[in-house]
């Protein structure tokens, strides 16, 4: 089992950054890729970035235009979301998660094993 705790989400004005980040524990973090995805109210939840288990590796949904950065630091076991530019339409819950499949997979929602409970973002215009 691998336990996933989201932290650093609040309220931000349109143009501010944030900062999520997601704690894990149990197995070998650095055996996992790693994920943040987003459900906004009324939505379906998306992907937003994901990062290769050695950190060497990262993908980010192109709607995303660069603003978000994802890293992790291996040693801490934790996982990081940069997000600068912030815009109302970015308001949303955001989770991490963990997956022990491929690259080719981190866009799949499916190919996560493991999920943190959420951390609300709330973008104001």
């Known amino acids: 089992q691998v336990q996933l705790v989201e932290s650093g989400g609040g309220l931000v004005q349109a143009g501010g950054s944030l900062r999520l980040s997601c704690a894990a524990s149990?197995?070998?973090?650095?055996?996992?890729?790693m994920g943040w995805f987003r459900q906004a109210p009324g939505k379906e939840r998306k992907f937003v970035a994901a990062i290769s288990r050695s950190g060497s590796s990262t993908y980010s949904a192109d709607s995303m235009n660069g603003r978000f950065t994802i890293s992790r630091d291996n040693a801490k076991n934790t996982v990081y979301l940069q997000m600068g530019s912030l815009k109302p339409e970015d308001t949303a819950v955001y989770y991490c998660?963990?997956?022990?499949?491929?690259?080719?997979?981190?866009?799949?929602?499916?190919?996560?094993?493991?999920w943190g409970q959420g951390t609300q973002v709330t973008v104001s215009s």
């Open positions: 998660a963990a997956t022990a499949s491929g690259s080719g997979s981190y866009y799949q929602e499916y190919s996560y094993d493991y």
């Open positions: 149990g197995r070998t973090f650095s055996n996992y890729g």
